[in-house]
């Protein structure tokens, strides 16, 4: 593989794992304050229709990035409201977040624009265009630095670099503030957090509400960073890897960060070589396409470190008498 | 009690006799959904014609899961509906089980294949998908400027590898030397509805030098052909005239005349011939399309040297290499 080949599957590997990295650190905050969330894949496909629709009627990227984030929060309260509020099964809810958005998304924009479940194709404006950053054409000649500054780290979506951005907030506002500290503890021991006198509801609220955030942003790239609309299903299980990638990250920001780069250049290198020749053994493109979820498998059987689940996710809380 | 029993009576007695008097046609598609903008909208526009020209009419249903295909197929039958159409390769297994329960409804399915000894009111229609493909990979190979052209096949099944089977070899029919490049989505029915996959696959058979990509994927071929557009390459369209969807880019696309198959069963009603139906070009099954949208793309010689190979096609001079008749490839490594 020349250097070329290189930086063209590494940048594959930035933009397949950004809808990743945002589902999963959607995840990390709303399992951190206890609630499980399996709905993230219902959510990025809603927050997906809701940009590509709106980005197609207002001819505006931003507006439709608002209405991907108001459509996945939407969704994420209904997921909060079933859990939280009415204690109800959390992994259920989620499923049942995951089949309203399949069905939903497709019967809205099919009585809408007559497509068959998808929308028209966005226009330039309403849509999420490749920023070159400054100096990336000056600073191409140079070289190895030069084309990994103009080739990758250049020319992709505001959206990924805000991606990027929300790992090291995330970390931040987990591990160093008061907000993260009970956030963290609303899903470890959230009697504890209650006998101090933080509302535990509020909390796990909040936490829902970034979850939707993060899913809706995911969703936008998705249908108008990505792509030039919706179409139906287009998440294709990017919202369970997503998942995976939270678990084999033991849920932690920064390795979450890591988990979903892998998984990234795992489905890179499975769509730019059908198969992989490893002087004599041919590893079928099946096998990369599994990985994610084979390596998830492999952690959670214990056989390589162990998965540290916030102790009291899943759970919904009950106020002692 | 007993005036609700006869009022069950009386209504099981009219939805039986409703259903004997009714003979109608019924059309059932596959997963991709009725407006696909590629196989099943055809399937659709070819019922459309059915109600237009002979002011018949039809029912029609979208399934959506692999559980409601048995389901909805003897729901149909049990109703009355003849002869009942479907589309999509995945039915014919369906069909071993449900036909010999309704020994008197025919049945169609389009591109999937069943025994017609074992079935005998079941009609099998497929086409020379090869035949098709062979004259776009002819296109796309005098089309390309880098001496490169692409394959991106949806869910990596026999069917879709005969498509990128006929493209190689009319590729590499006009020049022997071009590279072709091909790539499937996936292995599950996901792989039709991933238009990111589709697009990441452009990008990455783009940065190994393809300038024409041939889309065979369902909605995943939808990101193919607008990452075409965005890079500034050509793609090649399927199943429907795809031409319209990103002007100016697509240089063909692939017709599947599923339309006139499905006209052609629902005009014949009941009296349909079953057995098997394999339309080639020379019944006009498969082409490629022309219009004002590619019309500046495509050259007259480029046409002519096309229409040269689709006579001798029809006329039996020159036969392309079905992939599923032993499910190998002469040009193409999968």
């Not at chain 1, 939280?84 to 497709?106: D, K």
């Not at chain 2, 050509?234 to 692939?254: A, C, E, F, H, R």
Request: aromatic content about 10%; some cysteine.
């Amino acid at each position: 593989m020349d250097f070329l080949t290189l930086l063209q599957v590494l940048d594959s590997t930035v933009r397949l794992a950004t809808p990743l990295l945002l589902a999963c650190m959607a995840g990390l905050f709303s399992e951190r304050a206890g609630v499980f969330d399996i709905g993230l894949e219902g959510k990025m496909l809603f927050a997906a229709f809701s940009a590509g629709a709106v980005a197609y009627v207002t001819g505006s990227a931003w507006l439709g990035l608002i209405a991907a984030i108001a459509g996945s929060v939407l969704f994420a309260l209904i997921h909060g409201l079933a859990s939280i509020t009415f204690r109800g099964n959390q992994l259920i809810s989620g499923v049942a977040i995951n089949f309203l958005a399949s069905g939903l998304t497709v019967l809205i924009a099919q009585n809408w624009f007559k497509q068959g479940g998808r929308t028209p194709s966005v226009f330039s404006g309403g849509r999420f265009e490749e920023i070159t950053l400054p100096f990336a054409e000056t600073l191409g000649s140079v070289p190895i630095f030069g084309p990994i500054y103009a080739d990758l780290i250049s020319g992709h979506a505001i959206l990924v670099y805000i991606a990027f951005a929300v790992v090291p907030i995330s970390a931040f506002v987990l591990y160093k503030t008061r907000f993260g500290l009970r956030l963290r503890a609303v899903g470890e021991a959230p009697d504890a957090v209650d006998t101090a006198g933080i509302s535990v509801v509020r909390l796990r609220y909040t936490a829902v509400i970034i979850c939707g955030v993060l899913c809706g942003i995911a969703g936008a790239y998705l249908a108008i960073g990505l792509q030039a609309g919706f179409v139906r299903e287009m998440t294709a299980g990017r919202g369970f890897i997503a998942l995976a990638a939270l678990i084999f990250a033991n849920w932690r920001p920064w390795y979450a960060m890591g988990t979903c780069l892998l998984f990234g250049l795992l489905q890179a290198v499975a769509l730019r070589y059908q198969n992989i020749d490893l002087g004599g053994i041919t590893l079928p493109v099946q096998l990369m396409d599994a990985l994610p979820y084979i390596l998830t498998v492999i952690l959670l059987a214990g056989f390589v470190g162990k998965p540290q689940p916030p102790r009291a996710g899943g759970e919904a809380y009950v106020k002692e008498r | 009690m007993t005036f609700m029993k006869k009022l069950y009576g009386a209504a099981a007695t009219l939805a039986l006799t409703a259903g004997a008097a009714m003979a109608d046609p019924a059309l059932i598609y596959d997963l991709g959904g009725k407006f696909d903008k590629s196989f099943n909208e055809a399937a659709y526009g070819g019922a459309e014609r059915f109600v237009s020209e002979t002011g018949g009419s039809y029912k029609d249903f979208e399934i959506t899961s692999e559980a409601q295909r048995e389901q909805a197929l003897r729901r149909f039958a049990e109703s009355g509906f003849n002869p009942i159409v479907t589309t999509g390769f995945s039915w014919a297994s369906v069909f071993e089980a449900v036909a010999p329960d309704y020994p008197d409804t025919k049945f169609v399915t389009i591109d999937g294949f069943v025994d017609p000894a074992k079935h005998p009111n079941v009609l099998s229609i497929l086409f020379a998908e090869h035949e098709g493909s062979y004259l776009v990979g002819m296109m796309a190979a005098q089309a390309s400027k880098t001496g490169t052209v692409s394959f991106v096949g949806g869910m990596d099944i026999p069917l879709i590898r005969k498509f990128a089977c006929g493209y190689a070899q009319g590729a590499k029919a006009v020049n022997p030397d071009v590279t072709v490049i091909s790539n499937m989505t996936g292995t599950t029915p996901a792989a039709w509805n991933d238009p990111v996959k589709g697009s990441e696959l452009t990008k990455a058979q783009k940065a190994q030098g393809s300038d024409v990509v041939f889309a065979a994927a369902g909605g995943t071929g939808l990101g193919v052909l607008q990452t075409a557009a965005d890079e500034g390459i050509l793609s090649v369209g399927v199943d429907s005239n795809q031409n319209y969807l990103q002007p100016g880019s697509v240089l063909t696309s692939m017709l599947k005349r599923v339309d006139v198959a499905v006209f052609d069963s629902m005009s014949a009603g009941s009296d349909l011939e079953t057995g098997v139906k394999a339309l080639g070009l020379a019944q006009e099954g498969v082409g490629y399309a022309m219009d004002d949208n590619n019309a500046a793309l495509v050259s007259e010689d480029m046409v002519a040297v096309i229409e040269a190979a689709k006579a001798k096609i029809i006329a039996g001079e020159l036969s392309v290499h079905d992939y599923t008749s032993d499910d190998t490839c002469p040009v193409l490594d999968f």
